[in-house]
């Protein structure tokens, strides 16, 4: 099998700190006979030096443009604007890219004929295993900076989550229950506040129901939801359709009925928000107020969390990342014969949209046979 060059850049979004493969993972694909070269100071951020991916064979390259030419690109973050100058149609590039919510990287993958497979819409048969370790972390972080702004030292009501003796826990209402509102409902009920989980699948409410996730359960209808919002302390977003706009469940009406000071938390801001009134922000100006409630809009929660979230990743993406490798060795990639375990990943081939829901997202856009 020919052997395929893999680039690790630096992740160059603000405040990300995360690195797709950790030292180990590197080592296994040099193993595999692929070839990998790493941009100088790419792991420093995640606590893995220069030193750990040369000692396991990899090529330290200073020069980002160098570590991009390489036939397959593997990062974290989707591309930013400066990042785009490298696309080319004998690229492919392998990270999360949330394009529903990127008009401007969508038109330049399309334009550049590059072959962009995306972590967040890879699909097996237990759901999106390359999002959901990112999932896992984001929802555990929006419990702690929930809770936390909403402490009046952060421009909050001055409420703390799990309340005092007589006096009753904060509310919380988490929208969308899969693997980051779960993991945001268990930590805000490790806090004692008092949880309503709004889904519209309604056998995931039943498990949750069952299983005591959360305090209550409401289905997913915007009038439905209207008054848990209106009487929430903390409202976490975290609805997903895969490869879609995110659902607008919360309307800018239930947000201006939430008492100042209440705080909002759409971690589904990466594909557009769940909560009318969000707008993406970073991890150096994570909030904004608008309507008296502080807003947390912060697209790459996890690049907070580097080493735990690295480690995560790296294992998740390491398999895939061979298998694509292999398949574009094997002059496989993109077409039918690629490997099933890339299902549902391929979002941008040969100038085209090849993801149904992100075509959906882009009827202008050119569509490809999807898959
Ligand atoms: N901001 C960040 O840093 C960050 C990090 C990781 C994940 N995320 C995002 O968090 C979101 C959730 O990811 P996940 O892995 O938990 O997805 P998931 O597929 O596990 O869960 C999504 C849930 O949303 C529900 N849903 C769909 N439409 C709904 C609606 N109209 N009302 C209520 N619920 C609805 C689904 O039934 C499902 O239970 C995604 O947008 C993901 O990209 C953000």
Redesign the pocket.
Known sequence: MATVTIGLPSEIKQGERRVALTPSAVAFAIEHGHRVLVQAGAGEGAGFPDQAYAAVGATLVDDAAKVWGADVVVKVKEPQESEQAHFRPDLTLFAYL?LAAEPELTAALVSSGTRAYAF?TLTDEH??PL??P??E???RAAAIVGAAHLSAANGGSGTLAGGAAGVPPAKAVV????????MAARGLRGLDAHVTG????LQ?LFDHHLDGTVDATQV?EPELVAHHVREADVVVG?????GAR??V?VTEEHVRSMRPGSVVVD?????GG?IATSRPTSLGAPTYVEHGVVHYC??????QFPRTASAALSAAVAPKLLRLADDVAAGRAGTPQESTVLQGALNVAEGALAHAAVADAFPDQPVREVR
């Open positions: 949330h967040e759901g999106l999002l959901a990112m999932s972390i984001a929802g929208i969308g229950l899969g693997v980051a509102g779960t709004v889904d519209i699948d995931r997913s975290a609805a997903l359709v895969p995110a659902p469940v971690l589904a801001i990466d594909q769940c912060v697209t790459n929660v996890p690049g």
